[in-house]
């Protein structure tokens, strides 16, 4: 370990004054070794990691905390590590498979590798970011962006259970996350509370994305299932896994948020079930809500919702319009408490007759001057009061996309949708509409609405030193307009080709569409363009 990396804290990767082994900022002591069979700490991996402690480790992977020696980025640095199929060198630091289990470590190296591969792709605000893949040592490491690590498990313990108006900004972004990792092919298997982290924000973060192998009993691995959040069918390798099983697990992790209980493991419930509603242990917990739960956590995949924008429309579901809604809920006064007037029994008697005796004069009344009421006068005319449609719909909330699926509600309306960046609705959520539910109907019956299409700002993602082909495409997907400059200097540290700068950091944000980015792109001083003199002019 070199003097500089011996002046880091292993723990949180801040700087400790020399001969200090014990950090006065997270009390982490750098005298006490990593766990036996991990990396040790202060290992150098890639262009420049620096392994810290452990993070977490299972029979798939290991994660630690790292540090980008040049960049001075804190990050996560996850080794492929399947502890029942090898063995660490610990000289050469790399892994050392028996010829037995080469064919089962190969096809998971394979798995994880492409697993990885898709999820560097995936661009969620409510997921873990993988920002690089590099192998080693006869494995493979992936790198992602750090973030504090206080869990929602934590956060509940701390702060007491989610009201459903606070649940319901936390979690639907979080479940439209999954969704959008399910439309790429791929499923988490193991969404838990302390599979979720909970940033400053307030966002919930999900992490700890492994293999099917890892989150199945009888997989090849020592499982890890979660005991009350993961599935039925996760406790067989016989039954089939899908986006149902994701569901399951939202709906356990949704259950404990609202009402403080974890719910009884799968196995149990197979056996019998117990659970009550969610509703029945908080009767705060809408009744629609309750119900969804409830389909959610069905022990039989069959019965269950099968996809989580099926079980985020029945969460989303009122009654009185049978849609799906997000609604930013404003803050509400505690209303200040009245205490009942005290009524005797013989108070509350007399109180019924004299209000029943009064109700009876009152009916009697209004049926004499209805019976002996003069007929009208033929001279007087009625005259007709023309019948105004009026918009009956509140489309401010709802998903457009599920405002398509359900064109029954709505027929004879055209929508026309214009999609506008929005700080306060997610993405995909209409925000405005033309015409105010009870305001009269435009004749040609088009309503247009405004449909979000997420914060117009992004994170500024970390393309130095990858590719030009790739930082292009980083950008292009992100919405970020750019410009690039070649650098020709020979001396400019940086492989050919690939981005060596940028005019903005990384992580910072920056407006989509509108702010332009220049990044700076090594070249060969071969290919420098020559300036040709132009010829003296003589006279």
């Keep these: 370990m070199?003097?500089?990396?011996?002046?880091?804290?292993?723990?949180?990767?801040?700087?400790?004054?020399?001969?200090?082994?014990?950090?006065?900022?997270c009390s982490y002591d750098n005298s006490i070794p990593n766990p036996r069979g991990t990396l040790p700490a202060g290992t150098v991996l890639g262009d420049g990691y620096i392994v810290g402690r452990v993070v977490r480790q299972n029979d798939l992977t290991i994660t630690y905390l790292g540090l980008h020696q040049?960049?001075?980025?804190?990050v996560y640095v996850e080794e492929f590590f399947p502890r029942s199929l090898a063995d660490r060198d610990l000289e050469a630091r790399g892994l050392t498979v028996a010829e037995e289990n080469r064919i089962r470590y190969k096809?998971?190296?394979?798995?994880?590798?492409?697993?990885?591969?898709r999820l560097s792709k995936f661009d969620s605000r409510n997921a873990v970011k993988v920002r690089e893949l590099f192998s080693e040592g006869g494995t493979i490491y992936c790198v992602s962006s750090y973030m504090p690590y206080h869990t929602l498990e934590q956060q509940l313990e701390e702060h007491g259970v989610y009201s459903w108006a606070e649940a319901k900004a936390a979690f639907m972004p979080l479940f439209a996350a999954v969704s959008n990792l399910h439309n790429q092919g791929l499923t988490h298997c193991g969404v838990s509370p302390e599979n979720i982290i909970v940033n400053r924000?307030?966002?919930?973060?999900l992490v700890g994305f492994a293999l099917p192998e890892l989150r199945t009993e009888g997989g090849g691995l020592t499982p890890e299932l979660y005991s009350g959040y993961s599935a039925p069918e996760q406790y067989s390798r016989n039954l089939w896994q899908g986006e149902w099983t994701d569901v399951y697990s939202l709906g356990a992790v949704l259950y404990h948020a609202l009402t403080g209980i974890d719910p009884a493991p799968a196995l149990e419930r197979s056996k019998k079930d117990t659970m009550r509603e969610a509703a029945a242990i908080n009767t705060q917990i809408p009744s629609n809500v309750s119900e969804a739960l409830t389909r959610a956590l069905?022990?039989?995949?069959?019965?269950?919702?099968?996809?989580?924008?099926?079980?985020?429309a029945a969460l989303l579901a009122e009654k009185a319009s049978n849609t799906a809604v997000f609604r930013p809920e404003p803050a509400k006064p505690d209303p200040k408490p009245?205490?009942?007037?005290a009524y005797s029994k013989k108070g509350m008697v007399v109180a019924s007759l004299g209000v029943a005796l009064l109700l009876s004069i009152t009916a009697n009344a209004v049926l004499s001057a209805r019976l002996f009421a003069p007929p009208p006068q033929p001279s007087e005319s009625?005259?007709?009061?023309?019948?105004?449609?009026?918009?009956?719909?509140?489309?401010?909330?709802i998903y457009y996309d599920l405002i398509g699926r359900t064109n029954e509600l709505y027929s004879g309306l055209t929508f026309q949708a214009e999609k506008v960046y929005n700080e306060e609705y997610p993405k995909g959520v209409v925000f405005a509409q033309s015409i105010q539910p009870g305001d009269p109907m435009p004749e040609d019956h088009i309503i247009r609405l405004s449909v979000s299409r997420g914060s117009k700002y992004v994170d500024m993602p970390d393309i130095i030193g990858s590719s030009d082909r790739f930082a292009r495409k980083a950008l292009t997907d992100l919405d970020i307009r750019y410009n690039i400059v070649y650098d020709y200097n020979p001396d400019t540290l940086g492989?050919?080709?690939?981005?060596?700068?940028?005019n903005k950091g990384f992580d910072v944000k920056v407006a989509r569409e509108t702010e332009l980015v220049t990044i700076t792109v090594k070249r060969a001083a071969s290919e420098a363009p020559v300036t040709i003199p132009m010829p003296s002019s003589t006279s």
């Design 2 to 25: 070199t003097d500089k990396i011996g002046q880091l804290c292993m723990g949180c990767m801040t700087p400790l004054e020399p001969g200090r082994a014990v950090c006065p900022r």
């Design 495 to 502: 492989e050919i080709g690939t981005v060596v700068d940028t």
């Design 382 to 397: 009625i005259s007709a009061v023309p019948v105004v449609e009026l918009m009956p719909h509140r489309f401010v909330g």
């Design 298 to 312: 069905e022990s039989s995949k069959q019965k269950r919702f099968q996809t989580v924008d099926d079980f985020t």
């Design 338 to 341: 009245t205490e009942p007037p």
């Design 201 to 205: 924000r307030g966002e919930l973060i």
């Design 107 to 117: 096809t998971l190296y394979s798995d994880i590798a492409d697993r990885w591969k």
């Design 70 to 74: 040049q960049k001075n980025i804190k």
